[in-house]
């Protein structure tokens, strides 16, 4: 069995690509206070200054053009078990080249893999007829290229436990980021939007809950410019937006469901929004841009702020996005909106480190997922081993 040297706390290798497809963000965590890997003993009690896991390095691997485009293609359901199963060992050897440069200082790697489908809940107008989800990205490949035991493969349990098998990265903010006497959201915006309500030290009042599109439209969007994302929010800032659009897609009963709830790409795509192509590229960039962020503020009011609410600290790439910002914080004022960095934290690695904290409770057995933030019917232990001959 694997364990880390007495000298200092277990080090875990966080792979992460999100749903902006854009690469991957390999982060080496350091867990102050936790036992060795494959110690025994339970989980420490919250204590000390926030965040609690160190972040040693943290590497960003954009993805090739045609990975990247492949990647889209199955989140559209438009690629055939070939190419799925082609996919799956292609991502693997792009996670495994990512990984190889942190993994020799790492004790465990923790690969979530790449969703390229998520059916948390039946729609037989959709061809939904059983709850599903699907991460790939071959951890066998990683494995065998740094020599390490990795975990991955970690929505499954929740949805076989009746869950909805996201939110998953709420237990680790809470581990992270959650203060006494602050009652604070941490929101992520990324390919899709979602939020956790950290009401204090107690796991107790945890929310969180995919609140709809982030970044996922505004991309779609920079396509039709030749670009991958709108850079400085410049195409979002210099059209005009379709205010009746806005409001007709705010009407999505999604945005009005009470959580727990989660979604993805397969639901927010400019094909999924009635009207849009009767605009001009400058327009729908602006119009996805400003309904991101109002269906972003419509989900702190219904289900966030009437619980009370000190502050929003935003990662993700649209934290990066001064259009997405402005319009979120004008639609949210007079709440305070942060991002990672003004609160001198680092955001690029926010969801790579969460994903090291859910690996090392894997790896140690204990449970790693929030049942009230999922809809499970109890908490899991999410996350699949697979072990190097090397251990």
Do not use: C
């Amino acid at each position: 069995m694997t364990t880390t040297p007495n000298a200092r706390p277990p080090r875990v290798l966080g792979l992460m690509t999100g749903t902006s497809v854009d690469g991957i963000d390999a982060v080496l965590a350091e867990l102050p206070g936790y036992p060795s890997l494959g110690a025994a003993g339970a989980p420490p009690a919250l204590s000390g200054p926030v965040p609690r896991v160190t972040v040693l390095d943290h590497r960003f691997t954009p993805f090739r053009d045609d990975l990247r485009a492949a990647l889209l293609a199955a989140g559209r359901n438009e690629a055939t078990i070939s190419d799925l199963t082609q996919l799956n060992f292609w991502l693997g050897e792009a996670l495994a080249e990512a990984a190889a440069p942190l993994a020799a200082d790492a004790d465990l790697i923790a690969s979530h893999g790449q969703t390229v489908h998520h059916i948390p809940h039946l729609d037989a107008a959709r061809g939904w007829h059983t709850r599903s989800t699907l991460q790939i990205g071959e951890a066998a490949l990683i494995v065998e290229k740094t020599g390490k035991p990795v975990i991955s493969d970690f929505r499954p349990p929740d949805l076989a436990a009746g869950g909805q098998a996201a939110p998953l990265v709420p237990f680790a903010d809470r581990l992270m980021y959650a203060e006494a006497g602050v009652r604070r959201a941490v929101h992520n915006l990324g390919g899709i939007s979602n939020l956790t309500y950290l009401p204090g030290l107690d796991e107790v009042g945890v929310i969180a809950f995919d609140t709809g599109p982030a970044n996922a439209l505004i991309d779609e969007a920079a396509e039709l410019f030749g670009q991958r994302r709108d850079e400085g929010g410049q195409m979002g800032a210099g059209g005009h937006v379709a205010q009746s659009l806005v409001q007709a897609w705010l009407d999505d009963p999604y945005l009005s469901a009470a959580p727990p709830k989660s979604t993805g790409r397969e639901r927010w795509n400019l094909q999924q929004l009635p009207g849009v192509y009767e605009l001009n590229a400058q327009d729908i960039a602006a119009t996805v841009t400003a309904f991101s962020a109002l269906s972003i503020a419509e989900a702190y009011r219904r289900f966030v702020t009437p619980l009370g609410l000190d502050e929003i600290v935003v990662a993700g790439g649209g934290a990066f996005n001064p259009t997405l910002m402005t319009h979120l914080r004008a639609a949210l004022f007079p709440i305070p909106v942060l991002t990672f960095e003004e609160r001198g934290w680092n955001s690029a690695a926010r969801e790579a480190a969460a994903f090291a904290v859910l690996g090392y409770y894997a790896y140690q057995g204990w449970r790693n997922t929030l049942p009230q933030t999922t809809g499970a019917r109890h908490g899991v232990i999410a996350g699949k081993l697979s072990r190097s001959w090397l251990e």
